[in-house]
């Protein structure tokens, strides 16, 4: 099974920009879906954008959609959410999460994921 490790976080001014990175171990990547969610203080935990195991296909909550965008290299075990235009909203724990599965659908729901990466604080400030 992989493992995962966040990392790019950080504190940003409104407008700005922040690339997250998932860096995943082992050899069996490109069977899982990969997924971003966030979480604030006193929220619930977040669906942010998913990836398909090859990277065909992406999937954004609407309240990003435009301004954040997923992709992945799995010769590099590697996922990325590049974000843009970031505002105070945007202001979470931000975690990778992936799923082992032959299922077409790119899971939303926080509770399909069973690997989790430790995650990362984004802070944007205005």
């Known amino acids: 099974q992989v493992q995962l490790v966040d990392s790019g976080g950080g504190l940003v001014q409104v407008g700005g920009s922040l690339r997250l990175s998932c860096a995943a171990s082992g050899r069996t990547f490109d069977r899982y879906h990969v997924a971003w969610f966030r979480q604030a203080p006193g929220e619930e935990r977040q669906f942010v954008a998913g990836?398909?195991?090859?990277?065909?296909?992406?999937t954004y909550a609407d309240s990003v959609k435009g301004r954040f965008t997923i992709s992945r290299d799995n010769g590099r075990n590697t996922v990325y959410l590049q974000m843009n235009t970031l505002n105070t909203e945007d202001t979470a724990v931000y975690y990778c999460a992936a799923r082992a599965t032959s299922v077409w659908l790119i899971s939303t729901d926080y509770r399909s994921y069973d690997r989790w990466g430790q995650g990362t604080q984004v802070t944007v400030s205005s």
């Open positions: 990836i398909s195991r090859t990277g065909g296909r992406t």
